[in-house]
């Protein structure tokens, strides 16, 4: 079963915005700067995805993840 993605352009962006925010927050907090909210930050990150990769397991064939939503 196919489903319809959004284009490779789109998620290259998101996963390079995905990492550098990751490695900005382990930064942080390796630094001992912002601490609480790197540590927040990276809760967010890691997080997230996750869900929305179990959101979108309920929608139907023919729809990409902003159509779903």
């Given at each position: 079963m196919q489903w319809e993605t959004l284009p490779n352009r789109f998620w290259i962006l998101y996963y390079l915005f995905f990492l550098a925010?990751?490695?900005?927050a382990i930064y942080?907090?390796?630094?001992?700067?912002?601490?609480?909210?790197?540590?927040?930050?990276?809760?967010?990150?890691?997080?997230?995805p996750m869900i929305v990769l179990i959101y979108s397991l309920g929608r139907a064939e023919g729809m990409n993840e902003f159509e779903h939503s």
């Open positions: 925010t990751l490695g900005t942080s907090i390796v630094k001992k700067k912002g601490k609480i909210l790197s540590f927040i930050t990276l809760m967010f990150t890691v997080t997230l």
